[in-house]
């Protein structure tokens, strides 16, 4: 199962350049305690391929993780930006020859391409930072069989252009409001905006809090629903970076978003705000994982470690990403009151985290991606 439908942006290969990696690392005081720390042992001179999400995320990973990194073991990282393009790359990979070492997917590419086989078994004793998680982020059969480390990620955000509107959204029913109508950007992926419209559909309904049950027991109605609606979206945005743009141009008014991306863009754009409604608040349910063949297996556990560790954690939490670390969502809420109003900052909280409804999807995959993008994005009949 692949995202062909949708008009990703094509991949840009980059390689960070790694100049000046050791002196950071003395700057830090990096020094590692497992295989390969302080730039030497059995990871020196090796390179590991990583496959992320292009835009913020990549920003991310390049600043917070791969100095650290090639300072700690003597490796270098090749990041590979991209959107939908993993799992048909590593399909075309010759055999034992992946496209990537390491991948960092959702449930929707993920779950599909562990059973195909494209992934292997992790090494957890290699990952000892798996222990800093919320052990309700890791209950999941993907973890348990020993696949990849699951946990949430980029909460459904709606953001807003506060000079094209004339009220404060608070809740998915006001992209409902006549003023609004025909200036909404969406995502053009089902995943995310299907649920959207189910948001809308049960706020409007008076039933807020019931959109994952509403997308599982009445898909159709969902679907009717957005077919009805469907003309009030003028931007169906294909990235983040799309969609911010689109906000500070004034091209629409709000929409739904990958958090993030909106939150890295508030304090550079004061028209600009988020929030995310406490009612139908969801994740994305964000795997790392291992591609079956790759040569560097040890280096990339290394990584998946070092990325679970309350240094890198802290680093993604301060850019704008929700974290499974109990300890840094505390501590990140208490510093940042918006943080704190998006993303769980407790046990409790993470423990009631709720994901899209990717069971709903999986039971009907192929309808629903044909009717989302036949219906809704074309709005065929």
């Not at 020196?44 to 917070?64: D, H, I, N, P, S």
């Not at 490796?75 to 590593?90: E, F, N, Q, R, Y």
């Not at 409007?204 to 979206?233: C, I, M, W």
């Not at 109003?341 to 629903?368: C, G």
Request: net charge neutral; aromatic share 10%; proline share 6%.
């Amino acid at each position: 199962m692949t995202h062909d439908s949708f008009n990703a942006p094509l991949t840009r290969r980059r390689f960070l350049r790694t100049a000046g990696a050791a002196g950071l690392g003395a700057a830090l005081g990096c020094s590692s305690d497992r295989p390969g720390g302080s730039g030497s042992g059995e990871f020196r001179g090796q390179t590991l391929r990583v496959f992320v999400y292009t835009g913020a995320t990549e920003k991310m990973f390049r600043e917070a993780f791969v100095p650290r990194f090639e300072a700690r073991t003597g490796a270098t990282v090749v990041v590979d930006p991209g959107w939908w393009d993993s799992i048909p790359k590593l399909k075309a990979s010759p055999p034992g020859q992946p496209a990537f070492d390491l991948v960092v997917t959702d449930a929707t590419q993920g779950f599909p391409a562990i059973k195909e086989g494209l992934f292997q078994k992790l090494d957890l004793t290699r990952i000892p930072n798996t222990a800093n998680l919320c052990p309700s982020v890791l209950d999941t059969w993907v973890y348990k069989e020993g696949y990849g480390i699951t946990y949430p990620e980029s909460v459904m955000t709606l953001a807003y252009n506060k000079e094209l509107i004339d009220f404060e959204p608070k809740s998915w029913a006001d992209l409902l409001k006549g003023s609004v109508n025909g200036k909404i950007g969406l995502y053009n992926s089902f995943y995310m905006s299907l649920y959207t419209f189910a948001c809308m559909k049960v706020s409007q309904e008076g039933r807020p809090g019931t959109a994952h049950a509403e997308v599982s027991t009445n898909l159709k109605g969902v679907f009717e629903f957005a077919k009805a609606h469907r003309d009030r979206v003028k931007f169906w945005w294909p990235t983040s970076t799309d969609m911010v743009l689109n906000l500070t141009q004034k091209n629409c008014a709000l929409g739904n978003m990958h958090t993030r991306e909106i939150l890295q863009a508030l304090p550079h754009r004061t028209e600009l705000g988020a929030v995310v409604p406490v009612e139908d608040r969801a994740c994305v349910q964000v795997i790392w994982v291992i591609p079956e063949g790759t040569k560097v297996k040890a280096l990339a556990e290394e990584a998946i470690n070092l990325l679970l560790s309350e240094e890198v954690q802290t680093e993604y939490a301060r850019g704008g990403s929700m974290t499974p670390i109990v300890s840094v969502a505390k501590k990140t809420a208490e510093a940042d009151p918006l943080w704190k109003q998006i993303f769980p900052s407790t046990e409790e909280q993470l423990r009631a985290v709720q994901y899209y409804p990717y069971d709903a999807y999986f039971r009907d995959w192929d309808n629903i991606v044909a009717t989302w993008d036949q219906e809704v994005l074309r709005k065929g009949s």
